[in-house]
């Protein structure tokens, strides 16, 4: 799997966009790009993926650039429930690959 | 919303024993997994679990760990003597490979403590 780069930590006003960045420069054609959450102790939280194009479900929007060498999480109106260590991960489809956990970045969202 | 579930939430054993960590995945999901977290570190993968045989396994999942599916609902996981460095959080997952999609969700964990 192509390795990502985040930031260590951020922070987000409530009620703001919260806009999470990720570099994965290394990023192959048929490589997506996830992104999980983990809210303090409990299990990592899908949250949204992509390949090329931008995607937006009810929780986030995924924009990949075109070169897709990065890729920014936005959480359109923070909560503070939205705080929570965030995860990229650039990993290939099919359930025998495993996706690969790093540091991710520890966004705080304040009131 | 289906969701994986786990048990127990904390189980607290004597170094050397034998845990065994319960899990549910979801109904019609058939790939397995078991990952473990240590307090302050990353979430680390220890096994996958397909058509009732290991697809694929860390180094960290020594002998000492095994898994199986005993019925069409439970995924366990069983470590045979614990030791102290067993300490963590273990989160079970599943997935439905998709050509384009084969998300894993995660149950929400059981927390070992090994004294």
């Known amino acids: 799997d192509a390795k990502t780069t985040q930031p260590t930590s951020m922070d987000c006003a409530e009620g703001r966009a919260a806009n999470l960045p990720c570099n994965h420069s290394?990023?192959?054609?048929?490589?997506?790009v996830y992104w999980y959450r983990q809210i303090h102790s409990q299990g990592p939280q899908y949250i949204i993926h992509?390949?090329?194009n931008n995607e937006t479900n009810e929780m986030a929007s995924l924009i990949i650039t075109e070169d897709r060498k990065s890729s920014t999480l936005i959480l359109p109106h923070a909560t503070l429930r939205d705080t929570a260590v965030y995860y990229c991960?650039?990993?290939?489809?099919?359930?025998?690959?495993?996706?690969?956990f790093g540091r991710g970045t520890s966004l705080i969202v304040h009131p | 919303e289906p969701e994986v579930t786990q048990t127990p939430s904390h189980q607290v054993t004597q170094m050397g024993q034998e845990v065994i960590l319960r899990c549910v995945p979801i109904s019609n999901h058939l790939y397995f997994y078991w990952y473990r977290q240590i307090l302050g570190q990353k979430v680390e993968f220890l096994v996958s679990?397909?058509?009732?045989?290991?697809?694929?396994k860390s180094e960290i999942f020594d002998d000492q760990f095994s898994v199986e599916r005993p019925d069409g609902s439970n995924f366990t996981l069983k470590i045979r003597s614990t030791k102290l460095e067993d300490s963590a959080m273990y989160f079970c997952a599943s997935s439905v490979p998709r050509p384009s999609t084969d998300t894993q969700y995660f149950g929400p964990g059981t927390r070992l403590t090994v004294l």
């Open positions: 992509g390949l090329k």
């Open positions: 290394t990023i192959s054609g048929n490589e997506y």
């Open positions: 679990f397909y058509n009732n045989e290991i697809s694929e």
């Open positions: 991960i650039v990993r290939l489809s099919g359930g025998s690959y495993i996706p690969t």
